[in-house]
């Protein structure tokens, strides 16, 4: 973790996928979430829901998740192509006080060098309060090339986020 401090982080998961809410798909990519949470030592996950396609949906759950559930960190996975049930950047958008484009530049730059259709993410980060909120693409191999490129900055993010870092250099 490039010599931060250790901390425990409260991570949630929020699956948007019609298939994965009616049981009629296994969600794999929050699997492979939780795989790079433990790998990274990046914290608990706390939460995790599978919600349908639906920007209202969505948006509650991200709403829960960071001011009821207190996560520090959500990952979304899915919803971020250009189907028009792919709503998960605009439910996003509506629910963030602030933007963190480097984080969705970093990712698709990354997966950029894989493949060029990681330019076809629209996924999107921000800030509500004190929560990071990250939109991963839906495809496993997506959402781990997505999480390897910005992995090692999370810790380093969520301290100054938090207050418990006030040193930004």
Not at 11 to 40: N, P
Request: aromatic residues 2%.
């Amino acid at each position: 973790m490039g010599g931060e401090p250790t901390s425990h982080w409260k991570i949630a998961i929020l699956t948007a996928s019609d298939k994965a809410s009616k049981s009629e798909k296994i969600d794999s990519s929050a699997d492979v979430i939780k795989k790079q949470v433990g790998d990274h030592q990046l914290g608990e996950i706390v939460d995790y829901r599978i919600v349908p396609d639906e920007l209202d949906q969505i948006a509650a759950a991200l709403v829960d998740m960071a001011d009821e559930q207190c996560a520090d960190l959500i990952f979304t996975t899915g919803g971020t192509g250009f189907s028009p049930r792919d709503v998960t950047p605009e439910a996003t958008l509506q629910v963030i006080e602030r933007q963190a484009p480097g984080l969705a530049e970093a990712m698709r730059m990354a997966s950029m060098q894989i493949t060029r259709r990681a330019m076809l993410s629209r996924g999107v980060a921000g800030i509500r309060g004190r929560t990071l909120i990250i939109n991963l693409p839906g495809s496993p191999k997506a959402v781990k090339e997505h999480t390897d490129a910005v992995i090692d900055q999370l810790p380093h993010a969520l301290q100054i986020l938090t207050g418990k870092q006030t040193d930004h250099a």
